[in-house]
């Protein structure tokens, strides 16, 4: 397939819609003596969408950031396969937030999640067998944020340079367990993300 620009729209389009992919293997213990353990993710700034590592913007950010000024998630989804590596059975979840949950936060935070109307969960059996599970969402700004792309630059915007947008959303990813889990469940993750480039770089000199 070929993609042909106009020659009255310059040397690249003013505006760009793709999707971008973030790849994440990882275990998922409870934090220290606690029965919960948790991570966050946060599909709508791209160029840290992994809080706990930073700095990991997706494939291609980079290149189209060398394009484009500005940014706008308009959707994302994830996608959890689950394998459960203790011998007790452990709760799995995951649920859309519209602030920053942070990371291992305490089993009171995890009730409040889980009882969210958004929030999906699976109870993984222990590492002798059922121990395998599988969890995914699909959230838009327009649909969770309540705020639908009019293709002007709004709070859910971020620069291309690192700037983060005013207003973001994330997913918390979390386990609950009977005891403590040094060992928890270990997550292959994938996040997809429809987002639009736009306010074209200018050329160097």
């Known amino acids: 397939m070929i993609t042909v620009i106009p020659k009255m729209l310059g040397w690249a389009a003013p505006r ?26 946060e599909p709508t ?5 992994d809080p706990v590592v930073g700095s990991t913007a997706l ?15 308009n959707s994302a989804s994830i996608d959890l396969r689950l394998a459960n590596n203790d011998t007790q059975n452990i709760l799995v979840y995951c649920c ?15 009730q409040q999640y889980l009882g969210s109307r958004l929030s999906k969960r699976q109870i993984l059996g222990p590492l002798s067998g059922q121990n395998q599970g599988h969890l995914s969402d699909y959230q838009t700004v327009a649909g969770f944020g309540g705020a639908a792309n009019r293709q002007i630059a709004d709070f859910y915007t971020g620069l291309t340079s690192g700037v983060a947008p005013q207003n973001n959303f994330f997913w ?4 609950v367990c009977s005891s403590t889990s040094s060992t928890g469940v270990t997550v292959d ?6 987002v639009e480039f736009f306010e074209l770089a200018s050329p160097s000199a």
């Open 16 to 41: 760009l819609r793709c999707n971008l992919r973030f790849h994440k293997f990882f275990p998922l213990p409870t934090a220290l003596s606690n029965t919960v353990g948790n991570v966050r993710f």
């Open 45 to 49: 700034y791209l160029y840290d969408v």
């Open 59 to 73: 494939p291609g950010f980079a290149e189209y950031g060398a394009l484009y000024r500005q940014y706008r998630v």
């Open 96 to 110: 859309p937030v519209n602030s920053d949950p942070g990371a291992n936060y305490n089993s009171a935070a995890a």
């Open 172 to 175: 918390t990813v979390g386990i």
């Open 189 to 194: 993750m994938t996040l997809d993300v429809e």
